[in-house]
């Protein structure tokens, strides 16, 4: 059974870093395009950053450049956020999202194929000001 089970989120203030996890089961990272999405309360989920595992090209939403770095340890079968200078916009349920030979990182993060995707349930970043 394909699994992915996020972890990190938490409370934290402006200014703070925290970092995410995403630990994979039921399948590797090979091959795969991976990416962490978010989701604010009256809001459109939005593409945060997703990876291409194999190539390890990367794409950051503008709003997280120079503040988010994605990153994958496939020896655990884990992937990564980590994201510093945090921002109260920055507030939202974080999700990780997977694709076996998915789209190149940026349509992911866009949009493309996220209904053939793998989910997890999501984690709660809170950022106050």
């Known amino acids: 059974e394909v699994q992915l089970v996020e972890s990190g989120g938490g409370l934290v203030q402006a200014g703070e870093s925290l970092r995410l996890s995403c630990a994979a089961s039921g399948f590797t990272f090979d091959d795969y395009t991976v990416g962490w999405f978010r989701q604010a309360p009256g809001k459109e989920r939005e593409g945060v950053s997703c990876?291409?595992?194999?190539?390890?090209?990367?794409y950051y939403a503008d709003s997280v450049k120079g503040r988010f770095t994605i990153s994958s340890d496939n020896a655990k079968n884990t992937m990564y956020l980590q994201m510093n200078s945090l921002k109260p916009e920055d507030t939202a349920v974080y999700y990780c999202?997977?694709?076996?030979?998915?789209?190149?990182?940026?349509?992911?993060?866009?949009?493309?194929?996220?209904?053939?995707?793998?989910w997890g349930r999501g984690t709660q970043v809170t950022v106050s000001s």
């Open positions: 990876i291409s595992i194999s190539g390890s090209s990367t």
């Open positions: 999202a997977a694709l076996l030979r998915g789209p190149s990182p940026n349509y992911y993060c866009s949009g493309y194929d996220l209904l053939l995707s793998s």
